[in-house]
């Protein structure tokens, strides 16, 4: 059975630009959450998103979107760009919204903003 | 609101040695804690779980057991191996609402 699939792996943007990131879940998961991982700050939860709709949001500035789609793999946007974005992007799918205990993770995409 | 802390790391221990990662936790209601492991290059995988006071989670040779009276949930391995450097997460899930996480741990073991 396939993992999570992240895509891209790396990223390089400038400040002021946007950025969308893709991840597909495992198959048959329908609940898809998105973290930011920094040095400082570890892992911070963005959103949560269960079939198709955005379940949970953490606090995140308006700049960061996400959307889910009906085979449940999920997109999330960055827009206008800042340096303090730089980031390592994890995605993690679930069976069903209410199993944290069932996240499993991607590799994460690594995005830097120059 | 819910909160996880960590000490500090690195950890730097040699091969065999016995390790601690510390892990405290502040939370409503009855939380489930975790500890999540994240390898180099790669996304996070579940270590062990508990879900109750006094639960003992295992996995791999590490342990680590739901302390309700001093709110804890520390990490332990009696013998660590070089393969088991990477960054250790603590994490806690109150109704299985979203996982919070620690600022994590790396782990550092040479032979």
């Known amino acids: 059975k396939a993992g999570v699939t992240q895509t891209p792996r790396y990223l390089i943007k400038t400040r002021g630009q946007q950025v969308t990131l893709s991840c597909s879940p495992i198959?048959?998961?329908?609940?898809v959450s998105w973290y930011q991982q920094t040095p400082g700050q570890g892992l911070q939860f963005l959103f949560e998103?269960?079939?198709?709709?955005?379940?949970n949001k953490g606090n995140f500035p308006g700049r960061f979107s996400g959307r889910q789609f009906s085979n449940s793999r999920s997109e999330m946007n960055v827009s206008t760009l800042e340096l303090g974005d730089s980031a390592l992007y994890l995605c993690?799918?679930?069976?069903?919204?209410?199993?944290?205990?069932?996240?499993?993770f991607g590799s994460g995409t690594q995005l830097s903003v120059l | 609101g819910n909160s996880v802390t960590q000490m500090e790391g690195p950890v730097t221990l040699s091969e065999e040695a016995f390790l601690t990662i510390n892990c405290t936790y502040t939370?409503?209601?009855?939380?489930?804690l975790f500890w999540y492991v994240q390898y180099p290059g790669e996304g996070l995988q579940l270590l062990l779980k508990?879900?109750?006071?006094?639960d003992k989670g295992s996995n791999k040779g590490f342990e680590a057991t739901y302390r309700k009276e001093t709110t804890s949930f520390h990490l332990e391995k009696g013998s660590v191996q070089v393969s088991d450097s990477a960054v250790y997460f603590c994490?806690?899930?109150?109704?299985?609402?979203?996982?919070?996480f620690g600022t994590g741990t790396r782990l550092q073991v040479f032979p």
């Open positions: 993690a799918s679930s069976p069903r919204a209410d199993l944290a205990e069932k996240l499993f």
């Open positions: 998103y269960f079939s198709e709709t955005q379940r």
């Open positions: 994490a806690l899930s109150v109704q299985a609402d979203k996982l919070i």
């Open positions: 508990a879900t109750k006071a006094d």
């Open positions: 198959s048959g998961h329908r609940s």
């Open positions: 939370a409503t209601g009855y939380p489930s």
